[in-house]
């Protein structure tokens, strides 16, 4: 009888993205509090300088960012690192093709973000002169880090695989809590746009 023993880096990173869920946690109560402080008035006139459409679209860059994460997680468990045929055939890419993609849809987010805030700061909305603009900044700031952390790990994995003479299991778990990173930040937006965009 063998005994499977779970997989320690897998179990110490959902323990990590544990304590994450209770920062981000944080971050939400902070925000309605000083909703339910600030009153509606002022609430709905901040609100009113958010750029809805980019925003949606920049949310499904970010979410199909997760797709092709998890295509290149099933490509790591199959320990195929890269493609097998052509750069057009989608089917044969590998671990670092689909991880690739998924950095630059990732950044692209990041640099979506960093135009609304420009956007926002020449409508006046900064992070000093409301209410609304200081936990508007601090919650979508924080998820943009957690996005430059998981663009960061997204380029270690890659180097590795590059690095590597033989893809491996131990490589492929790498691959894989990168991904439960990924899906966790891509989650967690999916919450903070449906109530700082949407929640009226």
Request: proline fraction near 2%; charged fraction near 10%.
């Amino acid at each position: 009888m063998t005994v499977h023993r779970p997989d320690l880096t897998k179990v110490g990173v959902i323990v990590w993205l544990s304590s994450e869920l209770m920062f981000f946690a944080g971050l939400f109560a902070i925000y309605f509090t000083h909703r339910s402080v600030a009153g509606p008035e002022v609430w709905s006139e901040s609100s009113g300088l958010l750029n809805i459409p980019f925003s949606l679209v920049n949310t499904l860059i970010l979410v199909s960012s997760s797709v092709t994460c998890q295509m290149g997680v099933w490509a790591a468990e199959r320990f195929q690192p890269s493609r097998t045929g052509s750069l057009l055939h989608l089917r044969g890419w590998g671990m670092q093709e689909w991880f690739a993609l998924t950095y630059v849809l990732g950044a692209i987010f990041v640099a979506g973000q960093i135009f609304e805030y420009a956007e926002l700061a020449h409508e006046g909305l900064t992070f000093q002169n409301s209410t609304y603009g200081s936990v508007f900044y601090l919650a979508t700031g924080f998820h943009g880090l957690h996005v430059l952390g998981g663009l960061i790990a997204f380029l270690f994995v890659l180097a590795r695989s590059f690095s590597t003479h033989r893809f491996g299991h131990r490589e492929a778990t790498h691959a894989v809590v990168v991904s439960f990173y990924w899906h966790f930040v891509d989650a967690v937006w999916i919450l903070l746009f449906g109530v700082i965009y949407f929640l009226r």
